[in-house]
């Protein structure tokens, strides 16, 4: 029996030995640097996994739908750089309308009020990157678009005016 216990005891420190080894090289920052967004990433997954086996009612899908989305987003931004979230942070809005949505899709009967509040934070969500993008310098492709519908009021919709007036003989 007491070889037992100290088979026990020499794995135990061994491993003690290890774990205190491979944090002082700097393995457990680099790890919790890298991935702490499973901690929002796994749960959402597990969210979806325990809905679609059965096991849960449609609404476990709203947080699931958020933590997906979120740790997808700052997956990004570790692996692209935490300056892309400069333009991102819009996702966060777009996080809770796919939450939203999914809910709408699988509960029975439909909730009414999801589905506009989730196309609601989807426009808002979109129409707050596309302010965001502007500010990228996407003001030049602007100006050209407006330049472009400018030239076409002013020469394209002449023609079509006169071919009315004179297909209607004046």
């Given amino acids: 029996m007491s070889s037992r216990k100290d088979l026990a005891l020499g794995i135990f420190i061994v491993v003690a030995g290890v774990v205190i080894l491979l ?12 991935l702490w967004p499973l901690v929002l990433l796994l749960p959402g997954i597990f969210l979806h996994i325990m809905f679609f086996g ?10 699931g739908g958020i933590l997906t989305v979120y740790g997808l987003l ?8 935490w300056g892309l979230m400069a333009s ?3 996702v966060l809005i777009l996080g809770v309308a796919v939450g939203l949505y999914e809910y709408y899709l699988y ?8 589905l506009p509040i989730a196309l609601g934070l989807t426009v808002l969500s979109v ?4 302010f965001t993008w502007l500010e ?3 003001f030049y492709i602007i100006a ?3 330049i472009a519908a400018g030239v076409w009021m002013i020469f394209g919709r002449n023609r079509s005016g006169r071919n009315n007036k004179w297909s209607r003989g004046w």
Avoid at 54 to 63: D, E, F, K, Q
Avoid at 107 to 114: D, L
């Fill in 23 to 34: 944090g002082k090289l700097g393995v457990f920052g680099f790890l919790g640097r890298t």
């Fill in 54 to 63: 059965r096991r849960a009612t449609a609404a476990v899908l709203i947080p």
């Fill in 74 to 81: 700052f997956f990004i931004c570790i692996i692209g750089g």
């Fill in 88 to 90: 991102l942070w819009p």
């Fill in 107 to 114: 509960e029975s009967p439909r909730p009414g009020a999801a």
């Fill in 127 to 130: 129409l707050i990157f596309f």
């Fill in 136 to 138: 990228t310098g996407a």
């Fill in 144 to 146: 050209l678009i407006l």
